[in-house]
């Protein structure tokens, strides 16, 4: 069963910085497109970035160029480097994976873990 487990979160101040990790078990990324998603209290859950299987990113405007994704195929994990942390970015951070390997389409997201809480905050 194909199946995400995040962890890296924690409180930050702004300007900070913290890298997750998500480590996927039940399968091999290599062929997959992996997204970061994160939902805040009271709000929906929103994407933050993609990686495909060939290494494309892209980025919520929200976070670009502060937000990192990579992935290691080789130890089937992907990060999530994040700097210059604001207090928006506080929430609920999830990975999943879409089979298609060329996006991170929100009808063929799989694999959701729990998530790792990042709280920014002074």
């Known amino acids: 069963q194909l199946q995400f487990v995040e962890s890296g979160g924690g409180l930050v ?3 900070g910085s ?5 480590i996927a078990s039940g399968f091999t990324l290599d062929y997959y497109a992996i997204g970061w998603f994160r939902q805040a209290p009271g709000m929906e ?12 990113t892209y980025y919520d405007d929200s ?16 990060y999530l480097q994040m700097d210059n942390l604001k207090s928006e970015d506080t929430a609920v ?13 929100r009808q063929n997201l799989e694999g959701w873990g729990q998530g790792t809480l990042v709280t920014v905050s002074s």
Do not use: W
Request: glycine content about 12%; aromatic content about 6%.
């Open 13 to 15: 101040q702004p300007g």
């Open 93 to 105: 951070y999830s990975c999943a994976a879409d089979g298609s390997g060329a996006a991170c389409h």
């Open 18 to 22: 913290l890298r997750l990790s998500c």
């Open 45 to 56: 859950r929103e994407g933050v970035s993609c990686i495909t299987a060939s290494g494309f």
């Open 63 to 78: 976070v670009k160029g502060r937000f990192t994704i990579s992935r290691d195929n080789s130890k089937n994990m992907v």
